[in-house]
Protein backbone atom coordinates (compact mmCIF):
# COMPACT_ATOMS: atom_id res chain seq x y z
CA UNK A 1 0.00 0.00 0.00
CA UNK A 2 1.56 3.60 -0.88
CA UNK A 3 1.61 6.30 1.83
CA UNK A 4 -1.40 8.75 1.10
CA UNK A 5 0.28 11.84 -0.11
CA UNK A 6 0.34 15.00 1.97
CA UNK A 7 0.80 19.17 1.67
CA UNK A 8 3.05 21.37 3.20
CA UNK A 9 2.62 25.34 3.23
CA UNK A 10 5.82 26.43 1.68
CA UNK A 11 5.00 30.48 2.66
CA UNK A 12 2.05 32.25 4.27
CA UNK A 13 0.61 33.18 1.06
CA UNK A 14 1.42 30.99 -1.63
CA UNK A 15 3.20 27.56 -2.24
CA UNK A 16 2.60 24.74 -1.21
CA UNK A 17 4.77 21.25 -1.62
CA UNK A 18 3.19 17.79 -2.50
CA UNK A 19 5.27 15.04 -0.31
CA UNK A 20 4.90 11.53 -0.98
CA UNK A 21 4.39 11.50 -5.00
CA UNK A 22 7.14 10.50 -7.31
CA UNK A 23 5.93 12.02 -11.09
CA UNK A 24 8.65 9.71 -12.90
CA UNK A 25 5.67 7.00 -12.42
CA UNK A 26 2.39 7.09 -13.93
CA UNK A 27 0.13 8.29 -11.10
CA UNK A 28 -2.87 6.40 -10.18
CA UNK A 29 -5.97 8.39 -11.18
CA UNK A 30 -7.04 9.11 -7.42
CA UNK A 31 -3.35 10.60 -6.80
CA UNK A 32 -3.99 12.52 -9.85
CA UNK A 33 -7.46 13.72 -8.93
CA UNK A 34 -5.33 14.76 -5.38
CA UNK A 35 -3.07 16.99 -7.19
CA UNK A 36 -5.89 18.55 -9.41
CA UNK A 37 -7.78 19.55 -6.19
CA UNK A 38 -4.25 21.02 -4.49
CA UNK A 39 -3.67 22.78 -7.35
CA UNK A 40 -6.82 24.83 -7.63
CA UNK A 41 -6.49 25.81 -3.99
CA UNK A 42 -2.77 26.38 -3.92
CA UNK A 43 -1.70 27.81 -7.73
CA UNK A 44 2.35 27.12 -6.97
CA UNK A 45 2.76 23.89 -5.80
CA UNK A 46 6.25 22.03 -5.30
CA UNK A 47 7.17 18.16 -6.28
CA UNK A 48 10.79 18.02 -4.86
CA UNK A 49 13.40 15.43 -5.75
CA UNK A 50 12.10 14.68 -8.80
CA UNK A 51 14.33 13.14 -11.64
CA UNK A 52 12.32 13.34 -14.65
CA UNK A 53 12.72 12.99 -18.46
CA UNK A 54 11.61 14.96 -20.96
CA UNK A 55 9.21 12.26 -21.95
CA UNK A 56 8.19 11.79 -18.17
CA UNK A 57 7.70 15.65 -17.90
CA UNK A 58 5.20 15.64 -20.44
CA UNK A 59 3.36 12.29 -19.69
CA UNK A 60 2.92 14.19 -16.19
CA UNK A 61 1.76 17.87 -18.46
CA UNK A 62 -0.69 16.08 -20.51
CA UNK A 63 -2.75 14.72 -17.57
CA UNK A 64 -3.88 18.62 -17.19
CA UNK A 65 -4.57 19.20 -21.04
CA UNK A 66 -2.72 19.27 -24.69
CA UNK A 67 0.93 20.56 -23.80
CA UNK A 68 1.98 24.27 -25.93
CA UNK A 69 4.75 23.72 -27.76
CA UNK A 70 7.37 26.76 -27.08
CA UNK A 71 6.55 29.49 -29.93
CA UNK A 72 10.74 29.55 -30.64
CA UNK A 73 11.35 26.34 -31.86
CA UNK A 74 15.47 26.33 -30.52
CA UNK A 75 14.24 25.63 -27.05
CA UNK A 76 12.53 22.79 -27.98
CA UNK A 77 13.49 19.66 -26.80
CA UNK A 78 14.67 17.57 -29.28
CA UNK A 79 13.37 14.17 -28.55
CA UNK A 80 10.16 15.66 -26.84
CA UNK A 81 9.23 18.69 -28.64
CA UNK A 82 6.32 19.81 -26.28
CA UNK A 83 8.91 20.52 -23.54
CA UNK A 84 10.66 23.54 -24.04
CA UNK A 85 14.33 22.84 -22.95
CA UNK A 86 15.35 26.18 -21.50
CA UNK A 87 19.69 27.20 -21.09
CA UNK A 88 21.62 29.98 -20.94
CA UNK A 89 24.26 28.15 -22.18
CA UNK A 90 24.29 27.72 -26.81
CA UNK A 91 25.22 24.90 -28.75
CA UNK A 92 28.86 25.51 -28.47
CA UNK A 93 29.07 25.66 -24.69
CA UNK A 94 29.02 29.57 -24.73
CA UNK A 95 26.80 31.94 -22.39
CA UNK A 96 23.56 32.42 -24.54
CA UNK A 97 22.75 35.83 -23.42
CA UNK A 98 19.85 36.03 -24.81
CA UNK A 99 19.01 32.94 -22.14
CA UNK A 100 20.84 34.73 -19.23
CA UNK A 101 18.34 37.76 -19.79
CA UNK A 102 15.32 36.22 -19.98
CA UNK A 103 15.97 34.26 -17.53
CA UNK A 104 16.81 36.92 -15.04
CA UNK A 105 13.69 39.53 -16.22
CA UNK A 106 9.88 39.54 -14.95
CA UNK A 107 7.57 37.76 -17.58
CA UNK A 108 4.33 35.88 -17.91
CA UNK A 109 3.78 32.48 -20.24
CA UNK A 110 1.73 32.86 -22.79
CA UNK A 111 -0.70 35.70 -22.08
CA UNK A 112 -0.41 36.71 -25.77
CA UNK A 113 -2.66 34.04 -26.96
CA UNK A 114 -6.31 33.83 -27.63
CA UNK A 115 -6.56 30.85 -25.64
CA UNK A 116 -4.96 30.89 -21.91
CA UNK A 117 -2.78 28.05 -20.66
CA UNK A 118 -4.21 26.30 -17.03
CA UNK A 119 -0.52 26.25 -15.77
CA UNK A 120 3.03 26.15 -16.73
CA UNK A 121 5.51 23.80 -15.58
CA UNK A 122 8.99 24.15 -14.51
CA UNK A 123 11.58 21.06 -13.95
CA UNK A 124 15.22 22.30 -12.75
CA UNK A 125 18.02 20.04 -14.23
CA UNK A 126 20.63 22.64 -12.66
CA UNK A 127 20.14 25.26 -10.13
CA UNK A 128 22.71 27.78 -9.31
CA UNK A 129 23.72 28.20 -5.93
CA UNK A 130 23.04 32.15 -5.66
CA UNK A 131 20.77 34.36 -7.43
CA UNK A 132 18.78 31.82 -9.35
CA UNK A 133 15.13 32.36 -8.44
CA UNK A 134 11.99 31.53 -9.72
CA UNK A 135 8.94 33.10 -8.28
CA UNK A 136 5.03 32.47 -9.09
CA UNK A 137 1.99 34.59 -8.46
CA UNK A 138 -1.36 33.92 -9.84
CA UNK A 139 -2.80 37.16 -11.19
CA UNK A 140 -6.08 37.01 -9.00
CA UNK A 141 -3.92 37.11 -5.89
CA UNK A 142 -2.11 39.57 -7.10
CA UNK A 143 -5.45 41.85 -8.16
CA UNK A 144 -7.00 40.83 -5.07
CA UNK A 145 -4.45 43.01 -2.87
CA UNK A 146 -4.65 46.18 -5.32
CA UNK A 147 -6.32 48.96 -3.65
CA UNK A 148 -10.11 49.58 -6.08
CA UNK A 149 -8.92 53.49 -6.28
CA UNK A 150 -5.35 52.34 -8.12
CA UNK A 151 -7.22 50.27 -10.75
CA UNK A 152 -7.21 51.95 -14.00
CA UNK A 153 -8.73 49.97 -16.55
CA UNK A 154 -7.97 50.37 -20.04
CA UNK A 155 -9.58 48.98 -23.77
CA UNK A 156 -7.97 48.47 -27.15
CA UNK A 157 -10.14 48.76 -30.62
CA UNK A 158 -9.02 46.97 -33.78
Known amino acids: MTQAPQ ?20 LEDGIF ?3 QGVFAEHPVLVFRDQDLSAAELAAFGRRFGTPRRHALIKYRHADCPEVSWLTNVDETGKTDWYGVKRATDWHTDSTYEDTLPLLAMLHAKEVPSE ?6 SPVCTAAALVPPESVCMATTRA
Open 7 to 26: LRPLGAALGSEALGIDLSKP
Open 33 to 35: AWI
Open 131 to 136: KGGTQG
